[in-house]
């Protein structure tokens, strides 16, 4: 008996709803501004909102947070 999910499942999980929001996404993206109701016109809003959360982040950790890690390891090691 297994008790819990793995990461594995779970990196799978999320894996399979990005794919899934983004296909949601790729067809509403399709329809005219005539064809789309206000619900379509919110979750365009929020599924592009989803998208720039994670980029913001990986570009946060990327350009200023990476490079004070490294600094500061350079910084610690000088002193041995």
Do not use: W
């Amino acid at each position: 008996m297994r008790i819990g999910v793995s990461l594995n499942d779970r990196v799978g999980e999320v894996a399979d709803t990005v794919a899934y929001a983004a296909r949601i996404f790729e067809l509403a993206a399709k329809l005219k501004p005539q064809e789309r109701c206000d619900g379509i016109g919110q979750l365009l809003a929020l599924t592009d909102e989803f998208d720039r959360d994670p980029q913001d982040h990986i570009r946060l950790e990327n350009d200023v947070l990476l490079p004070r890690a490294i600094e500061a390891e350079r910084t610690v090691s000088k002193r041995r």
